[in-house]
């Protein structure tokens, strides 16, 4: 079974920076796109922001100019340098992977971490 490992999650105060990552574990052979995805109570989860295999990036209008986002594919690790928090980026992050392909040829259209805890205090 793959599993994405999310790490890098915390209480931050405002104008403070976090990184986040996510590896993703097992027999892989590919994986076409990772990035996050965040949620507050009472709201649908948002895709903050995606990189592909071509290392293109997609992000939430947002967190434009604050968030960059990285791949390290050697290692199938996606990476979410986080600077200029605001309070209303606390939320819970998840770690996301879309279509990903095992070494046996298995595949998961759409996998999820189990999600870490971001706080930006006010």
């Known amino acids: 079974q793959v599993q994405l490992v999310e790490s890098g999650g915390g209480l931050v105060q405002p104008g403070g920076s976090l990184r986040l990552s996510c590896t993703a574990s097992?027999?892989?052979?590919?994986?076409?796109?990772m990035g996050w995805y965040r949620q507050t109570p009472g709201k649908e989860r948002e895709l903050v922001a995606n990189?592909?295999?071509?290392?293109?990036?997609t992000y939430a209008d947002s967190v434009k100019g604050r968030f960059t986002i990285s791949k390290d594919n050697n290692k199938n690790t996606v990476y979410l340098q986080m600077n200029s928090l605001k309070p209303e980026d606390t939320a819970v992050y998840y770690c996301?992977?879309?279509?990903?392909?095992?070494?046996?040829?298995?595949?998961?259209?759409?996998?999820w971490g189990q999600g870490i805890q971001v706080t930006v205090s006010s």
């Open positions: 996301n992977a879309r279509n990903v392909i095992t070494d046996s040829g298995r595949v998961t259209y759409f996998l």
């Open positions: 097992g027999s892989i052979l590919s994986i076409n796109r």
């Open positions: 990189i592909d295999n071509g290392r293109k990036s």
